[in-house]
């Protein structure tokens, strides 16, 4: 049973032009003669803005007058709820003072106070200000600085005695806002705009302050969205139905049927499988390619998507090597032969179906060398860097499209829709569930019962359903705890970025900063529009430079981005036989290409029409585009997915600041609240020059200190 206390008036209240015949107040605020006055107590009818036991200045009709600074002394005790009201500083540089009393009634229900307040924007004279609440919802309100009325600086209505009027009174108008939070650390600032860590990581979804599943940033309860990046990949889907060889048993036709196993070509760039009777009754499989057009030494993705096992259904490639989740290759001469094989004793009584994959690498990211570490070195990860369409594609440049940036609690299911999931990432259910795993276009992948533990989304799972009551899905970290616990669904955020395309070549990318400026580094140009000339060696050169284009040293590979190319150094094209490669001449900006595929000018040139080119720009260029949030509340265990459509990852700059109270409460805590145990640097003793080095000799020795009229010296002992 929760119990109800009347605080009182908490709260000024504007009340415009003072009238001797109204009464008024106590926090009245009424204007006279461009001067504003509020009420110290109850004003009676008559009483002249003159009476100092009931009035004070707080705003004298002036240029530039402003309220420089507010503060707030809160009494916890019990009784009749007061304030009082002490005017400072000028009339021109008035500060004030609240001091609140008795606040406290009985304990009722937990209730949804202000965890920070902090300053989220200006533009002139106004600075906008947003309070985050503990429930993690948010609230925007504006001052106004530099006006001769505190009636301007005050445009939130409806102020009511609650903690949003606590906190606004507590809050310091000109400067960072104090937290409501209660700890021994509530008079600090509570983060640091100087120190913390950054993410730059492109991301589709993620756990807060973690990239490709691994936790990179310690957070607090918000970060600030510092720059939206530009982030392009060549897009390249190097196999179809049409790389099926002669000699492939489903050439030619739509079916295979042998050994109780069953191939069938789907007509989308997939081939279902399926066993029939007791199942496969020995290893059975199809020739689904003769690899031979791959560039020599150049890295390649293969894979099966919709998963499979060494002891079901993958791809195979270059003889024993098995792409089930994904396996990277270096191309070699004359390329392997890629198979779909269903194992001696696989069961699939319904048909799966299978996507083959080869993707160009180098083409994808720009170059062998720009390959992520992470993705070489689990394959299996391929899913975090790509979400969209599995369909052939002889190699595109297409930009991530994030717009809404969403902030998720730890909490994850709303107890109704689809998960955003990860894939290949670690999750953990409370309670007992049905989860069932959806693949990009929304298909069932497979279906798993878990009860109070944790499960692993496979590589092609970009959702999942969820069937449970009373059920809480969070975010696995092996080693952490609270898994037991139940939490809400909260959003804490919903940040819109805007949906103006930004691109990536190379290193440089465009960028957005929270203004809504947009810096502009990177240009682009339909190859089919140069002219082109053919030089030796199966080069190919623009006959004149590409205009505002950044050119480099010879031995340094440019910023370029090419969709039917890789990008390489001038040296490399100039010097060696390296084929489908794209350079810029070290002493202009001329663009050479090696492709032996063609022999004259000509040709090249039409082949490259609609073949795009993304360059460094040798001077950035600026324009506004819609300006977004910067601070955004998150929960350390919680996620952030972008809402798009591409199913490119998002290129970002996430600034995650300390978190200075929470770490002085912790400390406090961990001190039991004697903070005189806390001994700080400057405190201690430096012994380290005076400690001798260890004895050489075997043996165990004890550090003996002496201490000879208050001089202290060391010394080693061997143990007896």
Known sequence: MSATTNLGKVSVTPKGAWASTNTYEILDIVTSGGSSYLAKQDVPTGVPLTNTSYWIMIAEKGDGGEVTSASASISGGYGTPGVTVTAGGTAHERTLAFAFTNLRGEKGETGNGIDSVYKTGTSGLVDTYTILFTDGSTYEFEVNNGTASIDDTLTKSGWAADAKAVGDTKASIDGFYETMGVGVADNL???????????????????????????????????QLKKKLGNTVGVNQQWDESKIPSDSALYGTNTYTANGVTFTKNGDGSISVQTVGGGATSDTSVKI??????????KHLIRGAFGGSSSTYFIEYAGTNRATNGSIFDAYPGGYNMWLVVKSGAVLTTAVKVTPQVIFL?????????????????????????????????????????????????????????????????????GTATIT????????????????????????????????????????????????????????????????????AGAVADEKTPDGTI??????????????????????????????????????????????????????????????????WNEAAYIQV???????????????????????????????????????????????????????????????????????????????????????????????????????????????????????????????
């Not at 390619?289 to 150049?298: D, F, V």
């Not at 590589?459 to 037991?484: K, N, P, Q, R, W």
């Open 594 to 720: 090696r492709d032996t595929s063609y022999s004259t000018a000509a040709a090249f040139k039409t082949a490259m029409s609609g073949v795009y080119l993304y360059y460094e720009l040798a001077t950035p260029t600026t324009e506004q585009g819609t300006a977004f949030a910067e601070n955004i509340p998150c929960d350390d265990f919680g996620s952030m997915y972008w809402t798009q459509t591409k199913g490119i990852p998002q290129g970002n700059e996430i600034f995650y600041p300390v978190d200075y109270k929470a770490s002085i409460d912790t400390l406090y805590n961990r001190v039991e609240g004697d903070m005189s145990a806390i001994v700080i640097d400057s405190q201690l003793e430096v012994v380290a020059d005076r400690i001798p080095e260890a004895p050489s000799e075997d043996g165990t020795y004890t550090l003996k200190a002496t201490v000879s009229s208050g001089t202290k010296t060391y010394s080693w002992v061997a143990d007896e």
């Open 289 to 298: 390619a003769t690899q031979t057009t791959m560039p020599l030494g150049q």
């Open 437 to 504: 795993y959806k693949d990009r276009g929304g298909n069932t992948i497979s279906t798993a019962s878990v009860t109070n533990t944790s499960f692993t989304t496979p590589a092609d799972c970009f959702s999942f359903g969820v069937s449970g009551t009373g059920v809480t899905i969070s975010l696995y970290y092996s080693g952490e705890s609270g898994y037991d616990e139940d939490y809400d669904y909260t959003v804490l955020a919903s940040v819109d970025t805007g949906s103006e395309v930004l691109r990536s």
């Open 519 to 584: 810096t502009r580094r990177v240009g682009y140009v339909d190859m089919g529009t140069l002219n082109w000339s053919a030089i030796s060696n199966n080069r190919f050169e623009t006959s004149s430079p590409i205009s505002g284009a950044k050119y480099y040293p010879s031995i340094t590979a440019p910023n370029i981005r090419c969709s039917r190319y890789q990008t390489v150094t001038f040296k490399t094209i100039y010097e060696t036989s390296t084929d489908m490669c794209i350079s810029i």
């Open 189 to 223: 600032t509570p983060y640091s705009e100087d120190s913390g860590a950054s993410q730059d990581i492109p991301f589709i979804a993620q756990g807060t302050g973690c990239g490709n599943g691994e936790s990179v940033v310690d957070t607090g309860s918000y970060c």
């Open 362 to 430: 180098p083409l994808w990211f720009g170059s062998n060398d720009r390959i992520p570490s992470d993705l070489l070195s689990h394959p299996e990860n391929w899913g975090r860097y790509y979400a969209g369409s599995l369909a052939y594609a002889a190699g595109y440049l297409d930009s991530a499209d994030g717009t809404v940036l969403k902030s998720i609690g730890r909490q994850i299911w709303d107890g109704e829709h689809d998960v955003t999931a990860i894939p290949n990432q670690a999750y953990y259910c409370k």
